[in-house]
């Protein structure tokens, strides 16, 4: 699992049918500063996240345990919206 901000949305009308009802955000992982990192993905959204939210990302074969997606084509899935974030370094 990794952290993520929510950046963008993707509006498919073409999908592979096991992706059919699902909102599609596009996330851009955050280091241990919140700072992105470079990477960007499209994640399967199952807890309502909106823009501009932190988030929690679950891949592989997780991302596809997430709200009953196991037959899904999906790689990467938010799976909660993070309130507040406490590290013991100090960065």
């Known amino acids: 699992m990794h952290i993520a ?3 963008g ?3 498919s009308t073409s999908k592979d049918e096991s992706l059919l009802g699902s909102k599609l955000l596009v996330v851009a992982r955050l280091n241990e ?3 992105p990192d470079g990477y960007t993905e499209i994640a399967v959204d199952t807890v309502g ?3 501009d939210e932190v988030v929690i990302v679950t ?4 991302a596809r345990q ?3 997606l196991q037959d899904s ?5 938010i799976v909660g919206i993070v309130d507040t974030i406490e590290t013991k ?3």
């Open 49 to 51: 996240a909106g823009n």
């Open 66 to 68: 997430a709200a009953l």
């Open 9 to 11: 949305t993707v509006v």
């Open 5 to 7: 901000k929510v950046i």
């Open 33 to 35: 500063k919140l700072e």
């Open 73 to 77: 084509v999906t790689d990467a899935t």
């Open 89 to 91: 370094h100090d960065w």
């Open 59 to 62: 891949t592989n074969s997780s």
